[in-house]
T-cell receptor, first 118, second 112 residues
Framework: EADIYQTPRYLVIGTGKKITLECSQT?????MYWYQQDPGMELHLIHY???????EKGDLSSESTVSRIRTEHFPLTLESARPSHTSQYLC?????????????????FGAGSRLTVL | QKEVEQNSGPLSVPEGAIASLNCTYS??????FFWYRQYSGKSPELIMS????GDKEDGRFTAQLNKASQYVSLLIRDSQPSDSATYLC????????????FGAGTQVVVTP
Protein backbone atom coordinates (compact mmCIF):
# COMPACT_ATOMS: atom_id res chain seq x y z
CA GLU A 1 0.00 0.00 0.00
CA ALA A 2 1.37 3.42 -0.97
CA ASP A 3 2.04 5.47 2.10
CA ILE A 4 4.39 7.85 3.89
CA TYR A 5 6.30 6.64 6.92
CA GLN A 6 8.03 8.53 9.70
CA THR A 7 10.37 7.14 12.34
CA PRO A 8 10.75 7.42 15.22
CA ARG A 9 7.21 8.33 16.27
CA TYR A 10 8.44 9.52 19.65
CA LEU A 11 11.93 10.50 20.72
CA VAL A 12 13.16 11.83 24.06
CA ILE A 13 16.78 12.87 23.96
CA GLY A 14 19.28 14.96 25.90
CA THR A 15 20.66 18.34 24.92
CA GLY A 16 23.56 18.28 22.51
CA LYS A 17 22.72 14.96 20.88
CA LYS A 18 22.54 14.55 17.12
CA ILE A 19 19.22 13.26 15.86
CA THR A 20 17.85 12.22 12.51
CA LEU A 21 14.15 11.96 11.80
CA GLU A 22 13.41 9.60 8.95
CA CYS A 23 10.73 10.04 6.31
CA SER A 24 10.04 7.68 3.43
CA GLN A 25 7.20 7.54 0.94
CA THR A 26 6.19 4.80 -1.47
CA UNK A 27 3.90 6.93 -3.65
CA UNK A 28 6.54 8.01 -6.13
CA UNK A 29 5.97 11.66 -5.22
CA UNK A 30 8.56 14.18 -6.33
CA UNK A 31 7.80 16.86 -3.74
CA MET A 32 8.48 16.33 -0.08
CA TYR A 33 8.13 18.66 2.89
CA TRP A 34 8.92 18.99 6.57
CA TYR A 35 6.56 20.93 8.81
CA GLN A 36 6.97 21.82 12.47
CA GLN A 37 3.95 22.10 14.71
CA ASP A 38 3.76 22.85 18.43
CA PRO A 39 0.68 21.54 20.30
CA GLY A 40 -2.41 23.54 19.41
CA MET A 41 -0.44 25.78 17.09
CA GLU A 42 -0.25 26.19 13.34
CA LEU A 43 1.89 24.29 10.87
CA HIS A 44 5.15 25.90 9.83
CA LEU A 45 7.04 24.79 6.71
CA ILE A 46 10.73 24.36 7.55
CA HIS A 47 12.12 22.49 4.51
CA TYR A 48 10.98 21.27 1.12
CA UNK A 49 12.33 19.44 -1.89
CA UNK A 50 11.08 19.09 -5.44
CA UNK A 51 13.33 16.20 -6.32
CA UNK A 52 16.63 14.41 -5.83
CA UNK A 53 19.47 16.74 -4.80
CA UNK A 54 17.04 19.65 -4.43
CA UNK A 55 16.32 21.14 -1.02
CA GLU A 56 15.08 24.55 0.07
CA LYS A 57 14.43 26.26 3.37
CA GLY A 58 10.85 26.95 4.26
CA ASP A 59 9.05 29.90 5.76
CA LEU A 60 10.16 29.22 9.33
CA SER A 61 13.85 29.39 10.09
CA SER A 62 15.13 26.10 11.46
CA GLU A 63 18.51 24.87 12.65
CA SER A 64 17.77 21.50 11.12
CA THR A 65 19.11 20.29 7.78
CA VAL A 66 17.68 17.91 5.21
CA SER A 67 18.94 15.82 2.31
CA ARG A 68 17.30 14.21 -0.69
CA ILE A 69 19.57 11.56 -2.15
CA ARG A 70 16.72 9.25 -3.15
CA THR A 71 13.27 10.20 -4.36
CA GLU A 72 11.53 8.25 -1.63
CA HIS A 73 13.67 9.38 1.31
CA PHE A 74 13.82 12.83 2.98
CA PRO A 75 15.55 12.72 6.37
CA LEU A 76 15.79 15.69 8.74
CA THR A 77 18.84 16.13 10.97
CA LEU A 78 19.56 18.21 14.04
CA GLU A 79 23.30 18.27 14.73
CA SER A 80 22.94 19.38 18.34
CA ALA A 81 19.47 19.14 19.85
CA ARG A 82 18.26 21.81 22.28
CA PRO A 83 15.09 22.10 24.37
CA SER A 84 13.84 24.76 21.93
CA HIS A 85 13.70 22.01 19.28
CA THR A 86 11.00 20.19 21.23
CA SER A 87 8.06 19.95 18.84
CA GLN A 88 6.13 17.70 16.47
CA TYR A 89 7.75 17.25 13.07
CA LEU A 90 5.47 16.28 10.19
CA CYS A 91 6.70 14.99 6.85
CA UNK A 92 4.49 15.27 3.78
CA UNK A 93 4.70 14.56 0.07
CA UNK A 94 2.84 15.48 -3.08
CA UNK A 95 3.04 14.79 -6.78
CA UNK A 96 4.90 17.27 -8.97
CA UNK A 97 2.16 19.59 -10.14
CA UNK A 98 1.29 20.36 -13.73
CA UNK A 99 -1.31 23.02 -13.28
CA UNK A 100 -4.24 23.87 -11.06
CA UNK A 101 -6.13 20.94 -9.64
CA UNK A 102 -6.31 17.30 -10.57
CA UNK A 103 -4.56 16.30 -7.39
CA UNK A 104 -1.65 18.67 -7.77
CA UNK A 105 -0.25 19.75 -4.44
CA UNK A 106 -2.54 17.48 -2.47
CA UNK A 107 -0.32 16.83 0.51
CA UNK A 108 -0.25 13.46 2.20
CA PHE A 109 1.16 13.61 5.71
CA GLY A 110 3.05 11.03 7.69
CA ALA A 111 2.04 10.23 11.27
CA GLY A 112 4.62 12.62 12.67
CA SER A 113 7.65 12.45 14.95
CA ARG A 114 7.25 13.97 18.39
CA LEU A 115 10.62 15.16 19.66
CA THR A 116 11.34 16.08 23.27
CA VAL A 117 14.75 17.48 24.12
CA LEU A 118 15.57 17.55 27.83
CA GLN B 1 -1.36 40.06 7.59
CA LYS B 2 -1.33 36.28 7.36
CA GLU B 3 -1.74 34.80 3.91
CA VAL B 4 -4.53 32.46 5.03
CA GLU B 5 -6.76 33.50 7.91
CA GLN B 6 -9.21 31.46 9.92
CA ASN B 7 -11.10 32.03 13.15
CA SER B 8 -9.37 29.95 15.78
CA GLY B 9 -12.57 28.99 17.59
CA PRO B 10 -13.49 26.87 19.34
CA LEU B 11 -16.67 26.59 17.32
CA SER B 12 -19.21 24.75 19.44
CA VAL B 13 -21.85 22.91 17.40
CA PRO B 14 -24.72 20.77 18.69
CA GLU B 15 -24.80 17.25 17.35
CA GLY B 16 -26.86 17.11 14.16
CA ALA B 17 -26.41 20.80 13.37
CA ILE B 18 -24.43 22.43 10.57
CA ALA B 19 -20.89 23.62 11.30
CA SER B 20 -19.79 26.54 9.14
CA LEU B 21 -16.08 27.33 8.86
CA ASN B 22 -14.64 30.32 7.08
CA CYS B 23 -11.27 31.10 5.52
CA THR B 24 -9.90 34.11 3.68
CA TYR B 25 -6.70 34.31 1.66
CA SER B 26 -4.54 37.20 0.49
CA UNK B 27 -2.88 35.83 -2.67
CA UNK B 28 -5.39 36.79 -5.35
CA UNK B 29 -3.72 34.45 -7.82
CA UNK B 30 -4.23 31.33 -5.70
CA UNK B 31 -6.06 28.69 -7.68
CA UNK B 32 -6.30 25.61 -5.46
CA PHE B 33 -7.75 25.32 -1.99
CA PHE B 34 -7.87 22.53 0.49
CA TRP B 35 -9.50 21.65 3.78
CA TYR B 36 -7.62 19.33 6.13
CA ARG B 37 -8.91 17.82 9.34
CA GLN B 38 -6.52 17.30 12.23
CA TYR B 39 -7.47 15.36 15.32
CA SER B 40 -5.59 16.22 18.50
CA GLY B 41 -2.14 14.66 18.44
CA LYS B 42 -2.57 13.36 14.89
CA SER B 43 -1.40 14.54 11.49
CA PRO B 44 -3.64 16.45 9.06
CA GLU B 45 -5.75 14.49 6.58
CA LEU B 46 -7.32 15.90 3.44
CA ILE B 47 -11.09 16.06 3.43
CA MET B 48 -11.88 18.43 0.54
CA SER B 49 -10.21 20.23 -2.33
CA UNK B 50 -11.80 22.91 -4.48
CA UNK B 51 -10.48 24.71 -7.54
CA UNK B 52 -13.49 26.45 -9.15
CA UNK B 53 -15.92 29.06 -7.90
CA GLY B 54 -19.07 27.62 -6.42
CA ASP B 55 -19.91 24.66 -4.27
CA LYS B 56 -18.41 21.19 -4.11
CA GLU B 57 -20.14 18.50 -2.10
CA ASP B 58 -18.70 15.27 -0.73
CA GLY B 59 -20.95 13.40 1.65
CA ARG B 60 -21.69 15.61 4.65
CA PHE B 61 -19.05 18.14 3.61
CA THR B 62 -19.54 21.08 1.25
CA ALA B 63 -16.73 23.41 0.25
CA GLN B 64 -17.55 26.82 -1.17
CA LEU B 65 -15.15 29.06 -3.09
CA ASN B 66 -15.54 32.70 -4.06
CA LYS B 67 -12.36 33.90 -5.75
CA ALA B 68 -13.63 37.45 -6.21
CA SER B 69 -14.04 37.77 -2.45
CA GLN B 70 -10.98 35.57 -1.74
CA TYR B 71 -13.10 33.43 0.51
CA VAL B 72 -13.35 29.69 1.10
CA SER B 73 -15.77 27.98 3.43
CA LEU B 74 -16.53 24.49 4.66
CA LEU B 75 -19.93 23.29 5.79
CA ILE B 76 -20.32 20.13 7.83
CA ARG B 77 -23.90 18.90 7.83
CA ASP B 78 -25.37 16.63 10.49
CA SER B 79 -22.33 17.20 12.69
CA GLN B 80 -21.19 14.19 14.71
CA PRO B 81 -18.96 14.03 17.80
CA SER B 82 -16.35 12.39 15.54
CA ASP B 83 -16.17 15.68 13.62
CA SER B 84 -14.62 17.33 16.67
CA ALA B 85 -11.18 18.34 15.40
CA THR B 86 -9.19 21.28 14.09
CA TYR B 87 -9.91 22.15 10.46
CA LEU B 88 -7.08 23.66 8.45
CA CYS B 89 -7.64 25.75 5.35
CA UNK B 90 -4.83 25.81 2.80
CA UNK B 91 -4.25 27.76 -0.41
CA UNK B 92 -1.78 26.93 -3.12
CA UNK B 93 0.71 29.73 -3.80
CA UNK B 94 1.12 31.12 -7.28
CA UNK B 95 4.91 31.05 -7.06
CA UNK B 96 6.79 28.54 -9.14
CA UNK B 97 6.83 26.11 -6.27
CA UNK B 98 3.12 26.10 -5.64
CA UNK B 99 3.63 25.60 -1.93
CA UNK B 100 0.61 25.40 0.30
CA UNK B 101 -0.05 28.16 2.81
CA PHE B 102 -1.96 26.89 5.82
CA GLY B 103 -4.21 28.83 8.11
CA ALA B 104 -3.91 28.42 11.85
CA GLY B 105 -7.01 26.21 11.93
CA THR B 106 -10.47 26.38 13.47
CA GLN B 107 -11.24 24.06 16.35
CA VAL B 108 -14.67 22.48 16.11
CA VAL B 109 -16.32 20.88 19.13
CA VAL B 110 -19.50 18.91 18.49
CA THR B 111 -21.54 18.53 21.67
CA PRO B 112 -23.96 15.60 22.12
Amino acid sequence: EADIYQTPRYLVIGTGKKITLECSQTMGHDKMYWYQQDPGMELHLIHYSYGVNSTEKGDLSSESTVSRIRTEHFPLTLESARPSHTSQYLCASSALSGSGGSGANVLTFGAGSRLTVL
Amino acid sequence: QKEVEQNSGPLSVPEGAIASLNCTYSDRGSQSFFWYRQYSGKSPELIMSIYSNGDKEDGRFTAQLNKASQYVSLLIRDSQPSDSATYLCAARNTDSWGKLQFGAGTQVVVTP
